[in-house]
Structure formats: C-alpha cells, structure tokens
C-alpha cells in the first residue's frame, strides 16, 4: 500500500501544467492495477464494478478489484492542480514523470528519475511498475546484458505474470542472437511483418532497440500462445451446444453465480486464461479476442433467452380465461385456484429469464459502447420483464382462494 495514502482515494491531478508533462497526453488519467500496469488514457465511465478508459491501444475496461490506484487529471486551468499534483506519493510522481521521459525518448532522464525508488516496498504495484519501466529503458538503450540480468531475476522471483512475460522477452532474445527480429520462436519475421520497410529495418543487429520493433515480436508471441493452446473464438464457438445451455439455464438457481452453471463455463473460463496469459505478456494485446470471446456468448444465449421469453409469456395469467360464476360475474372458488396456480406457473418460468437476462446484461457492461445497441435492448427487455413479474406477483396476493 502506499504511505500515507487511503488505497482507493481518487487523486485529481492535472499533468500539465509542469514543462515535461505538456508533452504528454492532454488530459491523462492514470489506472494503477495490482499487478504493476499503469494504464493511461480518457476515464469515460465509471460504476461500482468496471471502469472505462481509452488508451491510445483503443477502449479498455478493468474491475475494481483488479485497481490499486485511479489519478484522474482536471482541467488545466484548475489553479490547485500544481498543489495536487505535488501531493502525490513522491514513487508515483517519480513514474509518471519517468513515462513521459521515455514516451518523448529521454531514456536516461527517464532512467535517473526512477533510480532513487528501486528500492521501492510500500507498494508492490508501484515497485512492478517501476521494475518493468527500467527493464523497458534498458532495452531502448541496448543494454542488453543489463536487460537479460533483470529478466532472468523476474523470471526466478517475480508474480506468475512476471515470469510469463520475462520468459516472452528471453525467449525474443534466444531466438535473435544480434537483438535484431528475424524469428519469433520457429517463425520467420516475413510471416508476421507483412509491410518490406519494417521488415527490413527488424534485420538490422540491434533492431529490437526500437519499441515498435520490439512491440511487433510480443504481439507475434501473443498471437502464437493462442495458436499453442488451441484457443480460438471459433474453436469456442464449436463447443457450444445451446439444447444443452437451454436445459441448464431453465434450471438455474434464484441466487448465487450464474455462470457456475451455464454447461460451457470451463471451456470459456480456459479460453479466458489463456488470453490472460498473452496480456500477462502485452497488457494491451487482444481487446478485439476478448470482446469476440464475449460476441460469441451472446449470441450462443440471445435464441435460448428468447425460447425462454416465449415459454414465460405463453404462461402469462393474461392468456388465461379462468371459470367465472355466471350469476355473480366473479370468479368461482376453483377458478381463483387455478388462478393463482397459474401465476405460480409464470413466476416460476420467469426466474431463469430473470436471472439470464442479468447475467447477460453483466457481461455487455465491459463494453457499453461496441455493444451498445445490445445492452440497450437488454436493459429494456429486463425493465419491461419485472415490471410484468411485480405485476402478476401482485395480482396474485390479491387473489385470495
């Protein structure tokens, strides 16, 4: 945790107004994550679950529970923001300014901005920022024995992501013995890199110097590991069978995770990790897969969501002429029975439409822009849905035999 610092507070801090940061993005947000990243961009949305950012990579969202820290920046004119910026912990301060160092290509400045928080212990976030940043610099110097040293110590000690993406950058190394980029494991570079200027410059001894360069072989490693673990969106896709989720979403519990009981779990939960393992390597790699992986749930759910709908209407106590007392106009005692069963019978098939419907209307929550059009509808169907439950469920209390 940081000193002196409530974890979860959020800092309002503007970047700008220092020389260095004019460089920079003009308004930068900064997501701290627990496992060291700090992810900059325009915070566009926020719940009490998910925040939603663009970065320069395209629009990313992240669960609370995997934030240490959210810095948001204010408008320049804000006469305070000096202060607040000045108030940061003094690590925080340190990698912010170091970033802009590097993303304006100052690599030693950069480099001597960090070298008094090597140490750094308060936060393990903040020290696995720190660590990676001086790896990163060192790689755009072309320090390379520097560079392997700190990987191989990664490697040894570092959290289960660390390790990953060390072994990714060795493994770039062993297989490009002058730091140029000629193969990504057993793949030639004319395979991957399609553009003959790039290609050419990646033949050049030190090559791997340049962050894009660099970029272009971990995306290839990325892109390999999928292959490697024969997880695809169509490999997922095949093993879906909806007969099967259609049985066991009619059967779902009232309360508790639906997705504990949906037939394909196991399947989608391997195909998530292993996209966590290629970002473990790119933080930034794979947003459209993992949107794709989230596209194909849905569509797999939205026909047996709507099987369900049909069966919870064709139950509807509106579709139903119960026995009335021809004298009185009023309901015989058998027909206010077979009302209220009635009732029973839609309130029964309305909880697995319920209960989908919000599962569903979750997983469209970490994209509300590209599914917008979905979420939507969803949103809608749910309202519209529990209005009719209240409604029967209070016609029914009325209803007394």
Not at 229 to 245: F, I, N, R, Y
Not at 251 to 273: H, M, S, W
Not at 374 to 395: C, G, I, S, W
Request: aromatic letters at 8%.
């Amino acid at each position: 945790m940081l000193k002196n610092v409530d974890m979860g507070i959020i800092f309002r801090v503007i970047l700008l107004l220092t020389p260095l940061l004019v460089a920079t993005a003009l308004y930068a947000d900064t997501i701290i994550l627990k496992d060291g990243m700090f992810v900059e961009g325009e915070i566009t949305l926020q719940t009490s679950r998910t925040v939603r950012v663009n970065t320069r990579f395209g629009e990313r969202t992240y669960r609370r529970d995997n934030i240490e820290e959210i810095i948001e920046s204010v408008d320049s004119l804000d006469p305070d923001a000096v202060n607040k910026f000045a108030e940061l912990p003094a690590p925080v301060k340190a990698v912010l300014n170091a970033r802009a160092e590097y993303d304006l290509g100052r690599y030693e400045r950069a480099l001597a901005r960090l070298e008094p928080f090597r140490d750094h212990q308060d936060s393990k976030a903040i020290r696995i920022n720190i660590d990676w940043l001086i790896i990163e610099i060192n790689e755009r110097l072309g320090r390379w024995e520097t560079v392997r040293q700190l990987l191989k110590d990664k490697r040894s000690n570092g959290t289960p992501q660390e390790k990953m993406r060390a072994k990714a950058h060795l493994d770039i190394f062993k297989a490009n013995a002058d730091y140029d980029l000629r193969y990504v494991g057993e793949k030639h570079a004319r395979n991957f890199i399609k553009d003959e200027e790039l290609r050419n410059r990646a033949r050049q001894p030190n090559a791997l110097k340049d962050y894009k360069i660099m970029r272009i072989a971990l995306e290839e490693t990325c892109e390999q590991l999928l292959v490697e673990d024969q997880m695809s969106v169509k490999a997922l896709a095949d093993k879906l069978d909806p007969e099967v989720t259609y049985e066991a979403c009619k059967t779902l519990p009232r309360i508790g995770d639906v997705g504990k009981y949906l037939p394909y779990i196991e399947d989608l939960k391997r195909t998530e990790a292993t996209l966590a393992k290629a970002q473990a390597i790119l933080d930034d790699y794979g947003g459209a897969f993992e949107l794709d992986i989230v596209r194909t749930e849905l569509h797999h759910l939205l026909p047996i969501l709507i099987r369900l709908l049909e069966e919870a209407s064709a139950a509807s106590p509106e579709t139903y002429n119960p026995p009335f007392d021809q004298r009185t106009g009023r309901l015989t005692r058998e027909g206010r029975e077979q009302w209220r069963q009635r009732c029973d019978e839609f309130l029964t098939t309305a909880e697995p439409v319920i209960r989908l419907v919000d599962y569903m209307v979750d997983r469209v929550n970490y994209y509300p822009q590209a599914l917008r059009d979905l979420r939507k509808a969803l949103l809608d169907t749910n309202e519209r849905f529990k209005q009719m439950v209240r409604a029967v469920r209070k016609a029914r209390s009325r209803t007394h035999v």
